[in-house]
């Protein structure tokens, strides 16, 4: 189990990693639309708003992966459930629930489903 677990703890933090990428890419995009007029000052900082808290909210997330103590759990379902109650309680209080909790909460169980998929199809796992 511990093979799977570290398995699923690295693929995470690639795909955390890969959200705050496309994250950063919309940024960029609100940038150029603001600078050629298409999007106006209103929307523009609105975006720019969601963008941070989205990016915020996923740093917390890997932060909560490394003070984590992965051998205090049994399965990688265990390991999903403590971090997804972790990360809404940091979202919720911090008032950015839909700022990027769905995004997130996405990747980790999408990785979850990913890893327990090929798990399973794998002959020797352990």
């Known amino acids: 189990m511990v093979r799977k677990i570290n398995k699923y703890v ?27 007029r298409v999007i106006k000052n209103f929307t523009y900082h609105g975006n720019l708003t969601i963008y941070e808290k ?11 992966l490394e003070e984590m103590n992965f051998t205090d759990y049994k399965s990688i379902n265990d390991l999903v459930d403590d971090l997804t109650e972790r990360m809404k309680i940091y979202f919720t209080t911090r008032g950015i629930l839909e700022g990027g909790y769905h995004l997130t909460l996405g990747r980790v169980e999408g ?14 796992s352990a």
């Open 10 to 36: 690295d693929i995470l933090r690639i795909e955390l990693n890969d959200l705050m990428n496309e994250i950063n890419e919309h940024v960029e995009t609100s940038h150029r639309e603001h600078s050629d």
């Open 54 to 64: 989205q990016l915020e909210g996923i740093k917390q997330t890997i932060k909560l």
């Open 111 to 124: 990785v979850r489903d990913y890893v327990l998929r090929t798990e399973r199809n794998t002959r020797y």
